[in-house]
């Protein structure tokens, strides 16, 4: 299945997303509407704002797939490589994202035609995947 975004930004999981799934995509709901901060959600899953992989790490964090935040560096080797069928996380050096039941949450706005912000949010967009390592976990 593939989650739906809702016209207030938030996603809702498909009926027969596996509960990691499901706990990811409400996670990501709960910090969409928080800032962009450079270094948040490194030293705890819980800030007043989120980077790139501090974002992702909580979204990960919540499926039961991370016990500490990530940068997106070491995000190149979690996991496996190549995609998931239900979440993959894309990483290079600099930046990283993710596509959680076909919807992609980060905080860049690439490939939107109306921004939406700069923090943590689910896009409608899908964006390239070129020059980031995509990985996932085995069964999700």
Same mark, same amino acid.
């Given at each position: 299945g593939t989650a739906v975004?809702?016209?207030?930004?938030?996603?809702?999981?498909?009926?027969?997303?596996p509960r990691? !799934?499901?706990? @990811?995509?409400?996670?990501?709901?709960?910090?969409r509407i928080k800032p962009y901060l450079w270094?948040?959600?490194?030293r705890s899953f819980k800030a007043r704002g989120y980077d790139c992989s501090g974002a992702?790490?909580?979204? !990960?964090?919540? @499926?039961g797939l991370l016990k500490r935040p990530m940068a997106s560096g070491p995000f190149m080797r979690w996991g496996q490589p190549g995609l998931g069928q239900w979440i993959t996380v894309y990483a290079n050096r600099g930046h990283m994202y993710a596509v959680i039941a076909g919807l992609r949450y980060d905080t860049s706005a690439v490939g939107e035609s109306l921004n939406q912000g700069s923090g943590p949010r689910w896009r409608a967009t899908a964006r390239s995947s070129?020059?980031?390592?995509?990985?996932?976990r085995p069964g999700l």
């Open positions: 975004l809702k016209p207030d930004g938030s996603a809702t999981a498909p009926a027969d997303a990691p !799934v499901r706990k @990811a995509i409400n996670a990501g709901n709960r910090i270094g948040g959600g490194h992702i790490s909580y979204l !990960v964090h919540a @499926a070129s020059g980031y390592a995509a990985r996932y």
